[in-house]
T-cell receptor
Framework: EAQVTQNPRYLITVTGKKLTVTCSQNMNHEYMSWYRQDPGLGLRQIYYSMNVEVTDKGDVPEGYKVSRKEKRNFPLILESPSPNQTSLYFC?????????????FGPGTRLTVT | AQKVTQAQTEISVVEKEDVTLDCVYETRDTTYYLFWYKQPPSGELVFLIRRNSFDEQNEISGRYSWNFQKSTSSFNFTITASQVVDSAVYFCALSGGRNSGYALNFGKGTSLLVTP
């Protein structure tokens, strides 16, 4: 089944404790990205990747890192999480860097930083 | 700059009523794509429709229909004969240009509650 998977789905952590949220897709998609969703703000893009080893900042990259060493994986790294990073995170992928292709979203990761 | 406005924060209707969700967008691009996503209480994002800027034909899919009007920069979504299962948050989104990595610019969403 074609899908985007994220792990973990739920995470409660403390300020400053490094964490990684994994994202994997099995559709051989070139384009992957991360969004965060906050109440009243909709979804905002954090980082995106047009292909392996090619990543760039989105609208709200502060406090996050990403890597794209393999085509299928695009982990989101929070080196020193803070409470303002408490949010619902979505990973997305698309066949190519072209808006005519649908973006497939993962199920979301709900992160709470205390 | 790109912007998507969903002025209706919350809408409540009784089952079987028709409801229209408004979406107004701003862009300087001549080629762009508009999307609607549904987010049910379970939290996942469900793709509903994609429309490119050159295709102004209205689209109907079952009880769902979309009205795209470039003259008013609107892409409204109508649910006919609403059902309880339609209760969700609905997002309108606009594709960004290459400089933004084709990010989707989302509106803030409209929360629809359909009661029996």
């Amino acid at each position: 089944e074609a899908q985007v998977t994220q792990n973990p789905r739920y995470l409660i952590t403390v300020t400053g404790k490094k964490l990684t949220v994994t994202c994997s897709q099995n559709m051989n998609h070139e384009y992957m990205s991360w969004y965060r969703q906050d109440p009243g703000l909709g979804l905002r893009q954090i980082y995106y990747s047009m292909n392996v080893e090619v990543t760039d900042k989105g609208d709200v990259p502060e406090g996050y890192k990403v890597s794209r060493k393999e085509k299928r994986n695009f982990p989101l790294i929070l080196e020193s999480p803070s409470p303002n990073q408490t949010s619902l995170y979505f990973c997305a992928s698309s066949f190519a860097v072209d808006p005519s292709y649908e973006q497939y979203f993962g199920p979301g990761t709900r992160l709470t930083v205390t | 700059a790109q912007k998507v406005t969903q002025a209706q924060t919350e809408i409540s209707v009784v089952e079987k009523e028709d409801v229209t969700l408004d979406c107004v967008y701003e862009t300087r691009d001549t080629t762009y794509y508009l999307f609607w996503y549904k987010q049910p209480p379970s939290g996942e994002l469900v793709f509903l429709i994609r429309r490119n800027s050159f295709d102004e034909q209205n689209e109907i899919s079952g009880r769902y229909s979309w009205n795209f009007q470039k003259s008013t920069s609107s892409f409204n979504f109508t649910i006919t004969a609403s059902q309880v299962v339609d209760s969700a948050v609905y997002f309108c989104a606009l594709s960004g240009g290459r400089n933004s990595g084709y990010a989707l610019n989302f509106g803030k969403g409209t929360s629809l509650l359909v009661t029996p």
